[in-house]
């Protein structure tokens, strides 16, 4: 059993440093820094897990949130790498030089924009959470999907803070024999798999699970990151998790969103009063008997591959068990954006390598990634509540109250808070200087105390912009826009409490409080280094135009 530091700021300390809910002056008893787990799925739906309301069999992470707690309105980026950026920073994805997207294997600039805010890799003035936890004596452990710069190894997981790294360093990969320039990376070297029953998420958990045996001979406490590339496409799953869903979807896309929503209402995830957003894909019964088998099926593989992540992630919580460690490991589960509704109404990538272990472009479409994302409206890239909600667990028994286990956080909350909270935990400090640069402040803020008493967090604002979709969440308020690129934009405004599938635009009731959040928001951009969408467009098309 790994022996621990003692933290110098106790759990009910910190809640009184923060919150000052208490003037007493007992002494609680010193606990241990927990070991710290950060899961992160990639393109899941709001609804998908069993926990959140899905009928995919995911008994292992339901578990996880019966004996911990379910955050409701957690938020990320809208996007796979500028969320990753601002996880593992604290700092809006703009911040960090990925305000867009990161490099890809065969053109390793080619979202570079030389802008400080679009860069395409993190930039050297931030701090990862790897080098703030390795700073209060860590281990750093990765495993799985990196996504934020490969033009060089500077960019790199060992280059930004972690001991160990196994997996990939580009967004995608096929599952089953990822190679190439999408291939594996081990450390610094990239290696050839051999093996023919290889699969990525299988991989990604042996490795951390080996990674984790490698240090629990001392006493510091470790930090992993698991970033599974699953259930981002390609659609590949093995045979006998497939098979558990063929036939399932056969009733189609409305039927699953009315199922889910129904299951979401009786949970306390959806509100009585909110109704489902509208339905964003053909009349499955005006739909050809072949269309449909093929649709039922590409549903059937996404299943597995979520249902195949929930297997690994009860094969990590087994042995953290085993080895006595589950106790104080603070464990947080999360998406990095909504359903991912690349492919079109009926998904991209041919049919006839579906069930194969073939493929890289093979999605979903996005007729499922709407039932995924129920109740909400839109998809990955946008920052209406379908782009942007996560369904978030949090994990942790020697720190969370039994009494509140299976309850739900409805406080809002984005990514930056991931930092501070486990700054808070480990005791680590946050560095304001990295090589004579300043580094941004930290913009998040702890989640600890919420995670042992019932307190409400300030009504803060947070902000979103990608690809010039721009969104501002203050209080009970939401601002959102759609980028469109045939005219000025439009601004909705919405109460997301009383309305967060988001139907009722209170704009022309509330138009001066609009108007104060629009300038806010432009504020806000104006400070974070966010620059107008459609002159990034055409630095975009100039580049494309060069090559």
Same mark, same amino acid.
């Given at each position: 059993?790994? !022996?621990?530091?003692p933290?110098?700021?106790?759990?009910?300390?910190?809640?009184?440093?923060?919150?000052?809910?208490?003037?007493?002056? *007992?002494?609680?008893?010193?606990?241990?820094?927990?070991?710290?787990?950060?899961?992160?799925?990639?393109?899941?739906?709001?609804?998908?897990?069993?926990?959140?309301?899905?009928?995919?069999?995911?008994?292992?992470?339901?578990?996880?949130?019966?004996?911990?707690?379910?955050?409701?309105q957690?938020?990320?980026?809208?996007?796979?790498?500028?969320?990753? *950026?601002? &996880?593992?920073?604290?700092?809006?994805?703009?911040?960090?030089?990925?305000?867009?997207?990161?490099?890809?294997?065969?053109?390793?600039?080619?979202?570079?924009?030389?802008?400080?805010?679009?860069?395409?890799?993190?930039?050297?003035?931030?701090?990862?959470? /790897?080098?703030?936890?390795?700073?209060?004596?860590?281990?750093?452990?990765?495993?799985?999907? +990196?996504?934020?710069?490969?033009?060089? #190894? #500077?960019?790199?997981?060992l280059?930004?803070?972690?001991?160990?790294?196994?997996?990939? &360093?580009?967004?995608?990969?096929?599952?089953? !024999?990822?190679?190439?320039?999408?291939?594996?990376?081990?450390?610094?070297?990239?290696?050839?798999?051999?093996?023919?029953?290889?699969?990525?998420?299988?991989?990604?958990?042996?490795?951390?699970?080996?990674?984790?045996?490698?240090?629990?001979?001392?006493?510091?406490?470790?930090?992993?990151?698991?970033a599974?590339?699953?259930?981002?496409?390609?659609?590949n799953?093995? !045979?006998?998790?497939?098979?558990?869903?063929?036939?399932?979807?056969d009733?189609?896309?409305?039927?699953?969103?009315?199922e889910? =929503?129904?299951?979401?209402?009786?949970?306390?995830?959806?509100?009585?009063?909110?109704?489902?957003? *509208?339905?964003?894909?053909?009349?499955?019964?005006?739909?050809?008997?072949?269309?449909?088998?093929?649709?039922?099926?590409?549903?059937?593989?996404?299943?597995?591959?979520?249902?195949?992540?929930?297997?690994?992630?009860?094969?990590?919580?087994? %042995?953290?068990?085993?080895?006595?460690?589950?106790?104080?490991?603070i464990?947080?589960?999360?998406?990095?954006?909504?359903?991912?509704?690349?492919?079109?109404?009926?998904?991209?990538?041919?049919?006839?390598?579906?069930?194969?272990?073939?493929? =890289? +472009?093979?999605?979903?479409?996005?007729?499922?990634?709407?039932?995924?994302?129920?109740? =909400?409206?839109?998809?990955?890239h946008?920052?209406?509540?379908?782009?942007? #909600?996560?369904?978030m667990?949090v994990?942790?028994?020697?720190?969370?109250?039994?009494?509140?286990?299976?309850?739900?956080?409805?406080?809002?909350?984005?990514?930056?808070?991931?930092?501070?909270?486990?700054?808070?935990?480990?005791?680590?400090?946050?560095?304001v200087?990295?090589?004579?640069?300043?580094?941004?402040?930290?913009?998040?803020? #702890?989640?600890?105390?919420?995670?042992?008493?019932?307190?409400?967090?300030? /009504?803060?604002?947070? %902000?979103?912009?990608?690809?010039?979709?721009?969104?501002?969440?203050?209080?009970?308020?939401?601002?959102?826009?759609?980028?469109?690129?045939?005219?000025?934009?439009?601004?909705?405004?919405?109460?997301?409490? !009383?309305?967060?599938?988001? @139907?009722?635009?209170?704009?022309?009731?509330?138009?001066?409080?609009?108007?104060?959040?629009?300038?806010?928001?432009?504020? +806000?951009?104006?400070?974070? @280094?966010?620059?107008?969408w459609d002159?990034?467009?055409?630095?975009?098309?100039?580049?494309?135009?060069?090559?």
């Amino acid at each position: 059993m790994i !022996k621990r530091k003692p933290i110098a700021l106790t759990l009910l300390a910190l809640i009184i440093a923060q919150l000052v809910l208490s003037c007493t002056t *007992a002494e609680a008893p010193v606990e241990d820094r927990p070991n710290i787990i950060l899961i992160m799925s990639d393109d899941m739906g709001y609804s998908d897990l069993g926990c959140f309301g899905g009928e995919i069999n995911t008994p292992n992470l339901n578990q996880l949130a019966a004996s911990g707690l379910r955050f409701t309105q957690f938020y990320n980026a809208a996007r796979c790498c500028p969320t990753r *950026a601002s &996880l593992l920073t604290g700092l809006y994805p703009h911040q960090t030089g990925i305000g867009h997207m990161t490099n890809v294997p065969d053109n390793p600039t080619n979202h570079n924009y030389n802008l400080p805010g679009y860069q395409g890799f993190l930039q050297t003035n931030t701090n990862t959470l /790897a080098e703030v936890l390795g700073g209060a004596g860590y281990h750093t452990l990765m495993s799985g999907k +990196w996504h934020l710069g490969m033009a060089d #190894s #500077s960019q790199w997981p060992l280059q930004r803070g972690f001991d160990k790294f196994y997996g990939i &360093l580009s967004g995608a990969a096929n599952y089953f !024999k990822p190679d190439g320039l999408r291939g594996i990376t081990t450390q610094n070297e990239q290696i050839e798999i051999t093996n023919p029953d290889y699969y990525t998420t299988d991989a990604f958990t042996d490795h951390a699970i080996a990674f984790i045996d490698g240090v629990k001979s001392d006493d510091q406490p470790f930090f992993l990151y698991l970033a599974y590339n699953a259930p981002h496409w390609p659609l590949n799953a093995p !045979k006998e998790d497939v098979d558990k869903y063929r036939g399932r979807y056969d009733d189609g896309w409305q039927t699953l969103r009315e199922e889910r =929503y129904q299951r979401m209402k009786q949970m306390g995830l959806v509100e009585e009063n909110w109704p489902l957003s *509208a339905q964003d894909s053909p009349d499955w019964d005006t739909l050809s008997q072949e269309v449909r088998d093929e649709m039922s099926l590409r549903m059937s593989i996404y299943a597995a591959q979520v249902d195949r992540m929930d297997q690994n992630i009860g094969r990590l919580t087994q %042995f953290l068990q085993e080895t006595g460690e589950l106790d104080n490991t603070i464990i947080v589960f999360l998406n990095d954006n909504g359903a991912c509704a690349e492919g079109g109404t009926f998904g991209g990538g041919p049919a006839n390598i579906l069930e194969t272990k073939k493929g =890289y +472009w093979l999605t979903y479409g996005q007729s499922w990634a709407n039932a995924s994302n129920t109740p =909400y409206r839109e998809y990955k890239h946008y920052v209406h509540e379908g782009g942007i #909600s996560t369904p978030m667990i949090v994990h942790w028994p020697k720190g969370i109250e039994k009494t509140k286990n299976g309850s739900l956080v409805k406080d809002y909350a984005f990514l930056p808070d991931i930092m501070a909270t486990f700054k808070d935990l480990a005791n680590a400090d946050y560095a304001v200087e990295k090589d004579g640069q300043r580094v941004p402040t930290l913009v998040g803020k #702890s989640l600890a105390p919420l995670l042992v008493a019932d307190v409400a967090m300030d /009504a803060r604002p947070i %902000f979103w912009e990608h690809e010039g979709n721009k969104a501002l969440r203050l209080g009970n308020l939401k601002l959102v826009s759609k980028w469109n690129d045939k005219g000025p934009q439009t601004w909705e405004l919405y109460d997301v409490v !009383k309305d967060r599938t988001e @139907q009722n635009d209170l704009s022309d009731q509330m138009s001066e409080k609009k108007t104060e959040m629009i300038a806010l928001w432009q504020n +806000w951009a104006d400070t974070h @280094q966010v620059e107008p969408w459609d002159e990034i467009l055409q630095i975009i098309q100039s580049k494309n135009a060069s090559h």
